[in-house]
């Protein structure tokens, strides 16, 4: 790992690369921490200090705790990231959008332009959440001080305009680092969010107990490497292209495979289990109910309840099975290779092949799912072992956060060593010359 660094900073294209990524990570992080117009800054310190559990530490997690500080760049990329999925699932839903990412790049091109309009509306909708909790002080349920310097109408329009244009602006910036930097911006975005927020849990965790942080460090280190290694397996179809004459040359006759990872649905069941069971809570401050419902949900949906724990694992494997049903159609995978001259060998083209990836797939996805679960009960068996009201969310190596980590660290040191093999590549003639 360090050498590939050292190799890519000595390349002045690709050292550019990354220092312009580094510069827009330094730029994202000081949004994040300058507060928004009319913010009391002191009385969120003094209330930060005594929050912990559920929505908040949610919101403290995806938005690298810049949410909770009210910050320029309070929502993150956590607009974007919804709109991505809600769009990538219409997409299966709705005709037009699937026409529309059959036409390439200007297809591509509308539906980014829909996201990005999705997006804007889902960040006046949670901002609005925002500054209507931080008002009422919902948002910091056991504070009683004021974060709001006016309580008024127009100063909540101005934090919400603020809150919007800082996503709008998280947004370009992230098409930006896509565009001339390096890896996917979003996911680099994303993968910041996470890490800014793993100092202060490891703090908190030290002030437990050193023992019990030397402990967790080193089960960190083999839970990333078992989950590295999750991540790497799939199965591999193999796959043969026939030959076939078009004009006077030969084309075909290669030999590939179809790549089906253990872990097809990545991080996203993890998400939609964890927003869909934090709904019934945020309903409850919005609405400050009271009364046997909000004594229920208070109850049975707490983190380490059975029956929260029966349903945040059920939610998962139901979202994993469903979230691979729409992203990965057997049988559009199987006219592809057919219409291309592929097959598998033994198996015949068309349906019986759609059959056999629909079979293959099935038996992936369930260890997937299995892996998803168990990974998320991690903080869980933390808090059970620990027996700490803030172990269960202030353990920094939960699911959500491995998986970002993981994922997003894996993707871009491989773009780095693609980068650095292709202007390494001195073609054949010189290689051959080299050896004579």
């Not at 500080?69 to 709109?83: C, D, M, N, Q, R």
């Not at 996201?115 to 009683?144: E, K």
Request: aromatic share 10%; hydrophobic share 50%; glycine share 10%.
């Amino acid at each position: 790992m360090p050498t590939m660094l050292i190799r890519a900073f000595r390349v002045p294209d690709l050292r550019k690369k990354i220092l312009f990524t580094l510069g827009v990570v330094a730029l994202f992080r000081f949004g994040q921490i300058l507060p928004a117009p009319g913010v009391n800054v002191v009385a969120v310190r003094e209330c930060l200090r005594g929050t912990g559990g559920g929505l908040v530490d949610m919101l403290q997690l995806f938005s690298g705790g810049a949410m909770l500080k009210l910050s320029v760049f309070a929502l993150g990329i956590i607009p974007y990231i919804t709109a991505s999925i809600l769009v990538q699932l219409l997409t299966v839903m709705i005709p037009r959008l699937a026409a529309l990412r059959k036409e390439g790049s200007r297809g591509q091109a509308k539906i980014t332009q829909y996201t990005r309009y999705l997006t804007v509306a889902l960040a006046v909708l949670q901002a609005t959440t925002v500054v209507s909790l931080a008002r009422t002080g919902g948002i910091f349920p056991n504070c009683r001080r004021q974060v709001l310097y006016d309580q008024g109408p127009a100063a909540a329009a101005v934090l919400v305009v603020t809150m919007v244009a800082g996503t709008c602006m998280v947004m370009w910036l992230g098409e930006l680092v896509t565009d001339r930097g390096i890896g996917n911006g979003m996911s680099i975005l994303i993968f910041v969010q996470v890490v800014a927020a793993f100092p202060s849990y490891v703090s908190t965790i030290f002030v437990l107990s050193p023992f019990a942080l030397a402990a967790m460090l080193l089960t960190g280190v083999f839970l990333v490497a078992a989950v590295v290694f999750m991540e790497q397996a799939q199965r591999r179809i193999p796959v043969q292209y026939a030959k076939r004459m078009v004009g006077r040359r030969m084309y075909g006759g290669t030999s590939t495979y179809l790549p089906l990872k253990v872990n097809q649905a990545g991080i996203v069941p993890v998400i939609f289990a964890s927003s869909l069971l934090y709904l019934p809570q945020l309903a409850m401050q919005l609405t400050g109910g009271t009364g046997p419902v909000a004594e229920w949900v208070g109850y049975y949906l707490a983190g380490d309840h059975p029956v929260y724990v029966t349903v945040y694992l059920s939610l998962i494997v139901a979202f994993t099975y469903f979230y691979v049903s729409i992203t990965f159609d057997p049988a559009e995978v199987a006219d592809t290779m057919k219409r291309y001259g592929g097959f598998v060998p033994g198996i015949r083209p068309g349906r019986p092949t759609a059959e056999y990836l629909r079979f293959a797939l099935s038996r992936l996805i369930a260890p997937g799912a299995a892996y998803l679960a168990v990974l998320s009960l991690i903080p869980i068996i933390a808090f059970v072992i620990l027996r700490d009201p803030a172990t269960q969310q202030n353990f920094p190596f939960g699911g959500t956060t491995v998986l970002i980590m993981v994922g997003v660290g894996l993707d871009t040191v491989k773009n780095i060593e693609a980068q650095l093999e292709q202007r390494a590549y001195t073609g054949f003639l010189r290689e051959s010359r080299a050896r004579t």
